[in-house]
């Protein structure tokens, strides 16, 4: 039996590219991030920029009751390409009793089938941001300040003249929206959380209803 452990922060499992640069978002925002990957080949690349960073099979129960996961707050599973091995880890967790599971997935049938099988929350990014994105480029983000999809909001947001940050430090205090773009001195899409705002940029931001709402609530929104 694991020995009880003081609670951690995150564990993030699967280590694709929304996986990799979620954990190094996370570490860059001062959280605790345990990686887990099976290919030890990814876990030697990321070695030196993740320093809790282990390989190993995550559908195994008894492997993840050995990790400790009970510890974890929260368990996102970033295995977005293979929902077999979503569903086998998602089902071993919450049957370990972690608290709060986000899943990746890569299609809205993939989204109803993580969240039957008890998901607490279920993400698509390439999705939200590919849409958001293409909103921008032929111009309907102009038309409306709310673009939904699904249970999803696309807003183009400004930030208050009185805001100095970063965007990991706008993302700290809004940490269920996602910023898919930035425009303003230059066009980037997914800005990285070093990235300096300033009250010119215009930012394209995705997140559920009650979120943004609280974005809205710091600053204002085009409409």
């Excluded at 499992?13 to 860059?28: H, K, P, R, V, Y």
């Excluded at 030196?48 to 974890?72: C, K, P, S, W």
Aim: with cysteine; charged share 25%; proline share 3%.
């Amino acid at each position: 039996m694991a020995r009880k452990q003081v609670r951690r922060d995150f564990i993030i499992i699967g280590l694709d590219s929304f996986g990799e640069n979620l954990a190094l978002a996370l570490l860059d925002l001062g959280n605790e991030v345990l990686a887990v990957d099976r290919d030890p080949a990814v876990v030697q690349r990321l070695a030196d920029n993740i320093q809790d960073i282990v390989a190993l099979d995550a559908t195994d129960d008894e492997t993840l009751r050995a990790l400790g996961i009970e510890a974890f707050e929260t368990a996102v599973v970033a295995i977005g390409g293979d929902l077999a091995q979503a569903v086998l880890v998602t089902l071993a967790l919450k049957e370990l009793g972690v608290k709060r599971v986000v899943c990746e997935a890569q299609s809205d049938r993939d989204r109803r089938v993580l969240l039957r099988i008890g998901a607490d929350e279920v993400v698509a990014p390439t999705i939200e941001s590919a849409r958001a994105i293409a909103y921008h480029l032929t111009g309907r983000a102009g038309q409306s300040a709310h673009l939904r999809f699904g249970n999803y909001l696309a807003v183009k947001w400004r930030p208050p003249r009185s805001f100095s940050g970063t965007i990991g430090e706008l993302q700290a205090s809004h940490a269920d929206v996602e910023i898919v773009l930035l425009s303003g001195r230059e066009l980037i899409i997914n800005p990285g959380p070093a990235y300096a705002v300033t009250s010119g940029d215009e930012l394209l931001v995705v997140g559920h209803e009650e979120s943004i709402a609280a974005l809205q609530a710091s600053g204002r929104t085009d409409g």
